[in-house]
C-alpha cells in the first residue's frame, strides 16, 4: 500500500478519490466544474491523500489547512474520509491518518480534526479506537441554494 498526497496536476486521481467519497457516502453530488477543479487545485491550503494498493485508488482524505488565530499556527482538518468498501477493515484508513499525522508534525500544525455524524456508529467507534480525544462539538449547516 502506498500512502502519497495527490498533486494538483494529478486531476484525474482526485476526479477518481471524489467517486470514492460519493459512493462510500452514498451522496447524489453533480460534477465540478472546471473553474471548481481550478480553485482547489490553486489553494495551497488544500490537502488531497490517496491510497494506492498495486494500481488501484482505494481510499484517501481530503483536508484544509486553516489559520488557528486563538492558538497561534494552524490546524489540519480532514474534511473527507473514506476507503472502498471491499477494502475496509484492512488498516487503511489508519494509515490514511498516521499520514496525516506526520504531515502535521513536518509542517509544524498542531492540532488535526476530524468530523463524524452522530448517527454513524462506524465512524465514531473506528476514530474511538485511533487514541484521538473526542469532544463533544457539533456542527450546524447553513444551505444557501
Given at each position: 500500500?502506498?500512502?502519497?498526497?495527490?498533486?494538483?496536476?494529478?486531476?484525474?486521481?482526485?476526479?477518481?478519490?471524489?467517486?470514492?467519497?460519493?459512493?462510500?457516502?452514498?451522496?447524489?453530488?453533480?460534477?465540478?466544474?472546471?473553474?471548481?477543479?481550478?480553485?482547489?487545485?490553486?489553494?495551497?491550503?488544500?490537502?488531497?491523500?490517496?491510497?494506492?494498493?498495486?494500481?488501484?485508488?482505494?481510499?484517501?482524505?481530503?483536508a484544509h489547512i486553516?489559520?488557528?488565530?486563538?492558538?497561534?499556527?494552524?490546524?489540519?482538518?480532514?474534511?473527507?474520509?473514506?476507503?472502498?468498501?471491499?477494502?475496509?477493515?484492512?488498516?487503511?484508513?489508519?494509515?490514511?491518518?498516521?499520514?496525516?499525522?506526520?504531515?502535521?508534525?513536518?509542517?509544524?500544525?498542531?492540532?488535526?480534526?476530524?468530523?463524524?455524524?452522530?448517527?454513524?456508529?462506524?465512524?465514531?467507534?473506528?476514530?474511538?479506537?485511533?487514541?484521538?480525544?473526542?469532544?463533544?462539538?457539533?456542527?450546524?449547516?447553513?444551505?444557501?441554494?
Open positions: 500500500m502506498v500512502i502519497e498526497r495527490i498533486k494538483p496536476d494529478e486531476i484525474e486521481k482526485f476526479i477518481e478519490l471524489r467517486e470514492i467519497f460519493i459512493d462510500v457516502f452514498m451522496q447524489d453530488a453533480p460534477a465540478l466544474t472546471e473553474q471548481q477543479y481550478a480553485q482547489l487545485r490553486d489553494n495551497r491550503n488544500f490537502v488531497a491523500v490517496g491510497a494506492t494498493v498495486g494500481f488501484e485508488l482505494v481510499g484517501g482524505l481530503t486553516i489559520p488557528n488565530y486563538y492558538k497561534g499556527g494552524l490546524d489540519f482538518f480532514i474534511y473527507d474520509i473514506a476507503i472502498k468498501r471491499e477494502h475496509q477493515r484492512k488498516g487503511v484508513g489508519l494509515e490514511l491518518l498516521k499520514f496525516a499525522q506526520q504531515f502535521c508534525k513536518d509542517h509544524g500544525i498542531k492540532e488535526m480534526y476530524v468530523a463524524a455524524e452522530d448517527t454513524d456508529e462506524q465512524a465514531l467507534s473506528y476514530y474511538r479506537k485511533t487514541n484521538a480525544e473526542e469532544i463533544g462539538t457539533r456542527f450546524f449547516i447553513y444551505r444557501f441554494d
